[in-house]
């Protein structure tokens, strides 16, 4: 007979006093901390127990004695259910304060960096509907809420279109009205799904048992006015494809790039498939300071225009740059950062991971007439050796935005041997950030931060930081 799993305790009147470095709160019981989600600071609540470890716990809130001043009304009708935006319960200014403070926080405590100027967080104008790229699955597992549960009532329909479960892979919750990206994606998806379910032989993929038809939808829009719509099918039907892409053809005429792929394949990633045409071109432009950047189903670019544009300015204010250097772009992506600027350069290198990226960046530099960058494609350790730096030139600023995990220890050595004069430094985690600026530290003393908001009513903040040869 199965153990029985021991009932967590129920710790009352509770008051919540923090924010923790993954977006949930923190209460103290004890010197015990709790972390859990979906309450702000001055909350008094009863949080039961769900997980318990040495040093800390997880709970949730299951009765509020009283609420904080320090609460915003959430404005979507999955908030707390979807796992997406888990902060709009708080007021946008408090969300900017606790983003501001975790920077901080990490580069003084993980780091131990000192820094001689942190600038104020730049906040995002928009708050709502300011990302340019979402990605929804369709799912015959849909994921019912508390409330449906709770009433008793018979589903005959379990196909959901909208986003993964945290932590169930194969279970959707079935969205309604997302606030992320402009309306017109409400509008596609929602078209879909009504087509898929009124027509016959449309089935929503079951991801568990590999079967059903429709898999996920992408949409993409730009600061143009492009608007790319990509359809993923699990197996090729020509008439039953063709039928619902060319419904979206006449319902929304807006759509400048309407493509398809046939995806086999146990997961939803389309890296590795073939993008096809239906209707349109097969790529967006978007628009920085005069400069077009070309971008397709599988290109990436900052999910924020916006923001992305402030960012890339901070960047290049912090390189100080005058015409006469020679500019590393490490991570360089589609190369946005290094066409960005290129004009005040003298001469711009980029390496990136993804060869797919660096031929976009290639073009790109063609697009806009660019002629004084280049682009290599390979792992960063293993190109930015010294005899690449010899071939290439001496850097005299290197900017480097890696992924989550920071940089390898190899990259930070070549970065030491090289000793540009500046280093501009994003990243998307500041804990890993701070962790590189204290091996860069032998070398170089960090002279500003700004911490930017790319994600509103979510706890992720960009960091730039200047760093200075010693």
Not at 112 to 121: G, R, S
Not at 262 to 289: P, R, S, Y
């Amino acid at each position: 007979m199965a153990k029985r799993k021991k009932q967590l305790p129920l710790l009352e009147k509770v008051m919540i006093t923090g924010v923790g470095s993954e977006g949930k709160a923190i209460a103290k019981v004890n010197d015990y901390v709790v972390f859990i989600p979906y309450v702000a600071p001055g909350d008094v609540v009863d949080i039961q127990l769900t997980r318990k470890k040495n040093s800390y716990a997880e709970g949730r809130a299951v009765y509020f004695h009283t609420y904080s001043p320090q609460r915003a009304e959430p404005f979507c009708e999955h908030f707390g259910v979807c796992g997406g935006c888990k902060w709009q319960h708080l007021p946008y200014d408090e969300q900017l304060k606790y983003k501001h403070q975790q920077v901080i926080d990490n580069l003084t405590r993980i780091g131990k960096i000192e820094m001689e100027e942190i600038l104020p967080i730049l906040g995002s104008e928009r708050t709502v509907f300011y990302r340019n790229k979402l990605e929804f699955t369709f799912s015959n597992k849909k994921w019912l809420t508390d409330e449906e549960v709770k009433s008793g009532a018979k589903f005959d329909c379990m196909d959901a279109a909208g986003f993964h479960i945290p932590g169930m892979f194969d279970k959707v919750l079935d969205i309604n009205k997302c606030w992320l990206q402009s309306d017109i994606s409400n509008k596609i998806r929602l078209a879909v799904k009504a087509y898929c379910l009124s027509h016959e032989g449309y089935p929503f993929f079951d991801l568990r048992n590999q079967e059903g038809f429709v898999r996920t939808l992408m949409i993409r829009s730009s600061s143009t006015g492009d608007l790319m719509v990509v359809a993923v099918f699990y197996y090729e039907d020509k008439e039953k494809r063709e039928s619902l892409l060319r419904h979206l053809q006449e319902q929304f005429p807006e759509i400048t790039s309407l493509l398809y792929v046939i995806n086999e394949k146990c997961n939803d990633t389309i890296t590795d498939q073939e993008i096809c045409v239906f209707a349109g071109k097969d790529h967006m432009i978007e628009e920085m300071e005069g400069l077009k950047f070309k971008v397709g189903a599988k290109s990436f670019y900052q999910t924020n225009s916006e923001q992305a544009y402030n960012l890339y300015k901070i960047t290049r204010e912090f390189a100080g740059l005058t015409g006469n250097e020679v500019v590393y772009d490490l991570y360089t992506g589609t190369g946005t950062i290094a066409n960005f600027v290129s004009r005040q350069a003298k001469k711009v290198v980029g390496i990136e991971y993804v060869p797919e990226a660096i031929e976009d960046a290639k073009v790109n530099s063609e697009l806009n007439g660019i002629t004084n960058t280049s682009f290599y494609a390979g792992d960063m350790k293993d190109i930015l050796v010294d005899s690449f730096i010899k071939e290439n030139g001496q850097p005299d600023v290197i900017i480097t935005d890696p992924p989550r995990a920071g940089m390898h220890d190899d990259v930070i050595n070549t970065i030491l041997n090289a000793e540009p004069k500046r280093i501009v430094y994003v990243s998307c985690n500041p804990a890993t950030q701070a962790r590189d600026l204290s091996l860069l530290s032998v070398k170089y003393d960090v002279k500003k931060v700004r911490p930017v908001d790319m994600f509103p009513h979510t706890h992720h903040v960009e960091n730039v930081v200047l760093l200075e040869k010693k």
